[in-house]
Every structure is written in C-alpha cells, then in structure tokens.
C-alpha cells in the first residue's frame, strides 16, 4: 500500500513538473513575441522617422551624403532639395555635386541649367565670396576665383568627353572671350582635359580657337602662349 502512494505521489509530481515546464515555455513564447513585436514596432517608426526626414530636409541628407563622399545620393537629395524651392543656389548644388560624383550627364543638365537662370551672376558673387573666405580663413592665399569660368570650363569638358569636340571648344571660347586669358579659364580647363588625354586632335582645335585670343595683360599673353606651346607639343605627337 505504501508503494502505490509513492507511486501516485511520483506520478503527481512529474505531472506538475512537465506542466511547470510547459508553462514556463508558454511564457518564454509570449515574451519572444513580445519582443519581435516591440522590435518590428521600433523598426517600423525608424523607417517612417527616415523617410519623413529624407523628404522633408533633404539639404540635411544631401550634406550628411557629401561628408561621406557618398555624391550619387548627394546629388539626388540636392535635386529634390531644388525641386521644393527652386533656389539658383540649390542648383549650383546640384551642379557641385555632379562634377565631384563625375557624371556627365548630370553636369550637362545642372550646369546648363544654372547659367541660363536669370541669376546666374548673383550666383556668381556668393560661391566667389564663400571661396574668398574660406581661402582667408584657412589658406590666405592670393589666388583669382571666378565662378563663371568654373562652371563653363566644367561645361564644356563634359561636351568634349561627351565627343562633341567642336562644341566644347566653341564653348569654353565663347566663355573666356577673347581679350583675356586669366587663370582657371574655361579654355584652361579644357586645354588640361585634352593634354590629360593626349587628344591631338582636340589639340589641333583648341590651338586654332586660341589663335583669336589677346589679352593685352603681358601675364595672361604668357600664360597663353605657354599653353599654346604644350597643345603644339601634343599635337605633334598624335
């Protein structure tokens, strides 16, 4: 008799602690869910968070993008950033970010863009005046800085990259004029992308362009003749 009660008394407890057990998983379940709940839930937000922060202040993403080099999608958060305010300044924006991501394209649609805002020159005035003070605080270098020039020399060797030699060449001229030849030009840029490239060719052309420029300053008539003599020098050698 006294076996059997500790039988049954040996049944009740494995009873009770398998049902223990399977409570106790119950609650670890209940506490997963919870938790892959709580997560999802979190996530969830996060990605509306970023979303709303990606659409409303894109000039806030456009600049984190650019710190990290990541100009593919600057240039995109600077273009959504134009497309809400239609600023001369966005778009120079745009433009910057084209010629460091080194898309062509992009450069071309931006930068043809811009120097056809009524605006342009005041555009002008603000990124010399940010280069000038930038250059003060950090460099105090004497250096010449003309926007104009920048963004038609970016111009017009992207059209030349894009094969339209003629164009390109035509451009930086029409650009530059033909009473001076400072430095940074938009002829000079393309004069450095065609030695880059050893284009004899575009040598040939860009020495004919040249020929109707004279600068009066004996500094930039140097300057010119010395960058007549390297395309020379490249032509010769194609």
Not at 48 to 69: D, Y
């Amino acid at each position: 008799m006294c076996a059997v009660i500790k039988y049954i008394k040996y049944i009740e407890r494995q009873v009770t602690s398998r049902a223990a057990a399977r409570q106790n998983a119950d609650l670890e379940k209940i506490v997963v869910k919870s938790a892959v709940k709580t997560v999802l839930a979190i996530l969830a937000v996060l990605v509306v968070v970023f979303a709303v922060f990606n659409f409303a202040f894109p000039q806030h993403m456009a600049t984190f993008t650019e710190n990290i080099g990541n100009y593919s999608l600057a240039v995109k958060y600077a273009s959504l950033r134009y497309s809400y305010t239609g600023d001369s300044m966005d778009l120079s924006r745009c433009f910057e970010d084209s010629v460091s991501l080194g898309n062509d394209e992009y450069i071309i649609k931006y930068g043809e863009e811009l120097v056809a805002k009524d605006d342009f020159s005041s555009v002008c005035e603000s990124k010399e005046r940010e280069f000038y003070e930038l250059n003060d605080k950090y460099f105090g270098e004497d250096v010449a800085y003309d926007y104009n020039q920048r963004v038609k020399g970016k111009l017009a060797v992207a059209y030349y990259r894009g094969g339209e030699v003629e164009k390109a060449v035509n451009y930086a001229l029409a650009a530059n004029g033909s009473e001076s030849f400072v430095s940074g030009n938009a002829l000079i840029s393309l004069y450095l992308e065609v030695k880059g490239a050893g284009d004899g060719a575009a040598a040939g052309a860009l020495i004919k362009a040249l020929s109707s420029v004279s600068p009066s300053d004996a500094q930039e008539a140097e300057l010119l003749r010395e960058v007549v003599a390297s395309l020379e020098g490249i032509a010769a050698e194609d």
